[in-house]
């Protein structure tokens, strides 16, 4: 396999959107939001700069604590330690909390299957589900510091399971329902995980992901897991080894209704998730327990403006960090009702999110560029006939936004009277770092607008120089934050080097943006060989990694090319092994080789073959060569590295 040559440099990073239009917030929403005014913001925000410590340590004053911190922050470049020596329990504080006034009847969980059931957890109920499985978990011999591996669709048990977990101490590691057996496999290996909860299946578009025969598939090759434990979901038959594998519903008949919450450091491990970097393997990023908290649940309250009146609902499955924390953990920590659904936006029409809304009456809807480019597609014809007048406010998230969906979400959608929130993060962030405050920010279509407080951003080139306005660099963050990645799992040396080392003493987010002269942030996407399909990130390594692991190929490039609707598609250069010729065939075979190594996810749109790849001097792949003719088929650029021309052209006529 290549290695990896990031060739972009910052003269590289240039945006050509000019966008004039600036939407006020709608005086109703300023009147009553939690953060009211620009005023109110940027007197936050100089505050949280100018003594961070006070700041967060009033602001942590949101959480329960069991004992409280003594030291806000400790920071040792690139280890911070927040609210040292406090203790707390994220499931008590999603859960438990609001069992001590109204919100005990209150509805935590508003659940709808794909097929159309509807299930409702109140606090009190979902109290009594997380208790009793975090007692199983104990009787299956889980204990603070175990890892726990979570594959499941779309259904309660799955936060119930996380939340079990935080009660017990446990490391949860949810691995996205659409990886591959293959997938899991590595991430529960990486992990080292005790134990796997599953279901039988879940429901996508009509038809049934077989979850439980992929965790069989992946179990043969996972030493560490003794135990599984088994939601039945779609009732279809499975196999369950004796010994190994459980029901959940026989499980939770005897166990008792209270499990007290374990008192936890604040650092303590509250999960694992995976995300792709540069290179071929997934990051474990891991997230600890108090400052992860804090951030979302502040964020949740702030960003959408969340009120105890609210149907919330944030489309993200659970198996990606949007859903982590603000599907689970920043909306259950501020007692709101978070709405989930198990399937597809176009299940049974193309109407179905709509009809959602109108029926359950979502007042704020938290969504990705990519699904509202496909909602246009469909056609406003399907929103049009629904009444979406609860709606109060919209939000963005996963890759830039263009205005053109950014107007249609807010005129079709929004009717022109939500304020849209068009949230900038990470998995590595936690939280939502750069996002307007909708009673307060005017928002520009496009832009994620300005940093949250205690949010310190900048735009830097690689030497570290910071840019003037509408100058493109590199996104960086300059000063820790409380939901910070504490480390890559496994591999703090890469923690380091790759978030820390890029631009000296500065939090290295991969992303191209520029800061206008009103100091918003237009962040421009990826500056590394990460691609942003339909929302989803993908290493472009890990996928040539799974090309390569295929018996015909000797080499491979990948790199995204824009779409229209997914944002980037995958474009698969691939040269042959001596002997193997190109065909048909094969390119369908090696496209169902990478869905069964990662997942559907991963599917090359276009796989060309190749008699040899564009390669520097020193051996790297030119892949912005390979970028620019996937996009235009022609190439524009710089090519005085390239050690063999005839490559190139080759490319060039193969196209053709
Ligand atoms: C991109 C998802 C522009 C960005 C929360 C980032 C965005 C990557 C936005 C993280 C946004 C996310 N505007 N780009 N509002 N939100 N991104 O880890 O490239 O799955 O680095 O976290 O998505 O993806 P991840």
């Not at 790759?498 to 631009?503: D, K, P, R, T, V």
Request: charged share 25%.
């Amino acid at each position: 396999m290549s290695t990896i040559s990031p060739d972009r440099s910052t003269s590289e990073i240039k945006s050509v959107l000019h966008e004039e239009r600036i939407f006020p917030p709608p005086e109703d929403f300023a009147r009553s939001a939690h953060i009211r005014s620009m005023e109110e913001y940027e007197r936050l925000y100089a505050e949280s700069l100018n003594s961070p410590e006070t700041f967060w340590a009033r602001m942590a004053e949101k959480l329960h604590w069991f004992t409280r911190w003594h030291t806000v922050l400790e920071w040792n470049l690139p280890h911070a330690r927040w609210f040292v020596g406090g203790t707390l329990n994220a499931s008590y504080n999603c859960v438990d909390r609001h069992l001590n006034s109204w919100r005990r009847n209150k509805a935590a969980i508003i659940w709808e299957g794909e097929p159309g059931e509807v299930r409702t957890l109140t606090y009190q109920q979902l109290y009594r589900e997380v208790c009793r499985f975090a007692n199983v978990l104990k009787r299956m011999g889980i204990s603070r510091g175990d890892r726990v591996a979570i594959y499941m669709p779309m259904v309660p048990e799955l936060p119930i399971a996380m939340l079990a977990c935080a009660r017990i101490g446990a490391t949860h590691s949810v691995v996205f329902g659409g990886f591959s057996a293959e997938a899991l496999r590595d991430r529960i290996n990486d992990a080292r995980c005790k134990l796997v909860v599953t279901a039988d299946g879940g429901w996508r578009r009509g038809s049934e992901v077989r979850l439980k025969a992929a965790v069989d598939e992946a179990l043969q090759q996972t030493p560490s897991v003794e135990r599984c434990i088994v939601v039945r979901r779609t009732g279809s038959p499975v196999r369950m080894e004796p010994g190994r594998d459980f029901w959940w519903h026989e499980l939770v008949e005897t166990v008792d209704d209270h499990c007290p919450p374990e008192e936890l450091d604040s650092e303590h491990p509250l999960y694992i998730l995976y995300t792709s970097g540069t290179t071929g393997k997934p990051k474990g990023i891991l997230h600890t327990t108090g400052g992860y908290l804090l951030q979302t649940a502040l964020t949740t309250e702030w960003v959408f403006d969340l009120r105890d009146e609210d149907i919330y609902w944030c489309t993200a499955d659970i198996g990606w960090v949007t859903g982590h924390s603000y599907v689970v953990y920043g909306p259950l920590a501020n007692g709101a009702t978070v709405l989930m659904y198990e399937g597809a936006p176009n299940y049974p029409e193309p109407d179905r999110f709509w009809e959602l809304i109108e029926r359950h009456r979502v007042t704020i809807f938290y969504t990705a560029p990519t699904a509202i480019r496909s909602f246009i597609r469909w056609g406003e014809q399907w929103p049009l006939k629904h009444d979406l007048s609860s709606l109060r406010l919209l939000g963005s998230v996963g890759e830039p936004i263009n205005p053109e969906a950014w107007m249609w979400y807010r005129e079709v959608i929004g009717k022109g009277r939500c304020p849209i929130v068009d949230t900038w993060w990470q998995t590595e962030t936690g939280a939502i770092m750069i996002s307007p405050l909708p009673g307060a920010t005017p928002t520009k279509p496009g832009s994620a607008t300005r940093p949250l407080p205690g949010v310190e951003a900048d735009i830097r080139t690689k030497d570290g120089r910071s840019v003037g306005p509408n100058e493109g660099g590199y996104l960086v963050i300059t000063r820790p934050w409380p939901s910070m990645m504490r480390t890559i799992w496994g591999d703090d040396e890469r923690y380091r080097k790759q978030y820390w080392s890029e631009i000296e003493g500065v939090y290295f987010t991969g992303d191209g943006a520029r800061r206008d002269e009103d100091g918003y942030y237009w962040v421009m996407g990826r500056v590394d060989d990460v691609i942003n399909v339909s929302g989803h990130r993908l290493g472009t390594a890990e996928v040539e990694s799974a090309l390569v692991s295929h018996e015909a190929v000797a080499e491979a490039a990948v790199v995204g090319r824009p779409d229209e609707i997914k944002g980037s598609a995958i474009v698969a250069f691939v040269t042959l092994e001596a002997g193997r010729t190109p065909s048909e065939e094969l390119r369908e075979e090696l496209k169902r080789h990478v869905v069964k190594e990662i997942g559907a996810l991963a599917r090359p749109d276009e796989i060309r073959f190749t008699d040899a790849l564009p390669k520097t001097r020193s051996g790297k792949i030119m892949r912005r060569l390979l970028r620019e003719l996937a996009a235009s088929g022609v190439v524009r650029g710089d090519t005085t590295t390239l050690e063999d021309f005839s490559v190139l052209e080759k490319l060039r006529m193969e196209e053709e």
